[in-house]
C-alpha cells in the first residue's frame, strides 16, 4: 500500500513568475473547459465565490480531473505510472516557479496567493496512483481511510484555502468534509466500480456482514451485502455530524462552497438511507431542481 503525501513537510508557495497575458489568458481558459465538461456537482459551489477564488477552485479541479483520468482511462499500468511521475515533476516545477503544463500555469497564482501546500497536490497523485495499481478489492479499513484521505481530504486542504477559511478548524472540516463524500461516493457508485472489478467496501465490514466472497459482482448479489453497506454509510454519517458541528465554527461567508458540497451529497446519502442499503442500482441523483433548491438556501446567504 503507498502512503500518502498529505502531512509531510512541503513548500507553503512557489515562486511567484509572471505568465504572459497570453499565457495567462490560455491556462484560465483550459481549466475552465475541464471544470465545464466535466458536470461536476460542485460546479454551483464553485460558482458562488469572487472570481479570483473561483479561478483557483478551477484550477484545482483540472488538476484532480486530469490526474484522475490518469488512473481511471484504459492503458498499461506502466504508462499510467509514467505519467502519474510526470504530474509529480510538473507539481515540484510548479513549487519552483516554472510549470509547463496548462493546468499548473493556472495554479501558479492560486499557489501563492493561497499558499496551497505542495505535499496536498502530491497526495492527490498518490491516491490515484493507489487506484491505477488496482484494482482495489476489500481493502482494510485503515487502507480505505487513507485512499479517502488522498483522494478527498487532499482536494479538501485545497480547497478551503482557496474558499478563504483558515485555522485548524477549516483544516479539519475539510479532512471530515471530504471522508464523508468520497464515503458517499464509495456506496453510491458501487455497481459502477464493480463493472470495473472494483470494490471498496472494507474486508472488515464484509466479514463482520458474513459476505463470504470477495468478487466485486458477486459481493452485489450476496443478501447480507446490505448490512455492511450500513456500516460504511454509519461512518459517513458520523463523518458528515463532525463537517456540520466544525461548519458551525467557521464564518459562513468563508466555507459556502463546502456547506453546498454537504448538502448535496448528504441528500444523495439520504435517498440511498430511505430506500435502504441492500439496495445497490440504480445510482442516486439529485435533479436540476433539487441542486437549484440547495444552491438558493444555503448558497446566497
Known sequence: VLGCAAGRRGAAAAMTTLLSPAEAAAAEAHVAE??????????AG???????????MYAI???CREVDDVADEPGRLEDKLAELAAWRQEIEALYRGRPTRR?????????ADYRLPQAEFLAVIDGMEMDARGPVVAPDRATLALYCRCVAGAVGQLSI?????EGQAAERLAVALGEALQLTNVLRDQAEDAADGRLYLPEELLAAAGVASRDPAAVLRDPKVGEARAAL??????RFAESRALIARLPRRTIRPAVLMLEVYWRLWQRMAARGW???????RLSAAQKLWVLLRHGVR
Open 46 to 56: 464553485m460558482r458562488v465565490l469572487p472570481k479570483p477564488r473561483r479561478d483557483a
Open 103 to 111: 493546468t499548473t500555469q493556472a495554479l501558479l497564482r492560486p499557489v
Open 34 to 43: 475541464v471544470v465545464g465538461r466535466s458536470r461536476t456537482s460542485f460546479l
Open 278 to 284: 441492500d439496495v445497490v442500482e440504480p445510482r442516486v
Open 233 to 238: 454509510a454509519a461512518w459517513a454519517e458520523e
Open 161 to 165: 484555502r482557496a474558499f478563504g477559511a
Open 61 to 63: 479541479y483540472a488538476f
